[in-house]
């Protein structure tokens, strides 16, 4: 983790409106966009995609993030968009990165599809669990096929 000070961070979980067909080419789009947008913002974070949701954390100064969020919530490929951590935070959890992709996950998908649904006093435990869970794979994906599994920054 990088200590930074003003450091703001988003994690976020929504309902993909990807069409099957087209998932994969649709998510190297929003990777190569994230990818340059985030760098040229010092913006950093990590994406989860499963066949029906996406999780997102975002980190980064905070009218960067805050832009870049509201530009997502815009996106006409997901709906449902459900804010489960948006605050001032002391490190960066995914520094090196910037967008990770954690990768498609069938397994993953059920796990934090079910967090959607986490109520006002569930969020910050629901939050918890995604950056967990994105930290997991990202960090399992780097492992086993060496650092540009993740796509570092």
């Known amino acids: 983790m990088t200590v930074e000070p003003s450091l703001f961070r988003v994690v976020y ?3 993909s409106l990807l069409p099957e ?10 990777l190569a966009r994230a990818r340059r947008g985030n760098a040229a913002r010092g913006i950093t974070g990590a994406l989860l995609f499963s066949e029906d949701c996406f ?14 969020f509201e ?13 489960l951590e948006a605050a001032p935070v002391a490190a960066r959890e995914f520094g090196a990165w910037s967008m990770a992709y954690a990768g498609r996950s069938r397994q993953a998908g059920a796990r934090f599809s079910a967090l959607a649904g986490a109520g006002p006093g569930e969020a910050a435990t629901a939050a918890g669990r995604v950056l967990g869970l994105l930290r997991a794979v990202v960090d399992r ?5 060496g650092p540009a599994a993740a796509v570092p920054a």
């Open 141 to 145: 994906r780097a492992g086993a096929q």
């Open 71 to 83: 530009a997502i919530q815009c996106d006409p490929r997901h709906a449902d968009v459900v804010v």
């Open 21 to 30: 067909p087209a998932a994969g080419t649709e998510l190297e789009r929003i």
């Open 13 to 15: 979980v929504s309902r």
């Open 55 to 68: 999780a997102q954390a975002l980190e980064g100064p905070a009218p960067a993030v805050e832009e870049v």
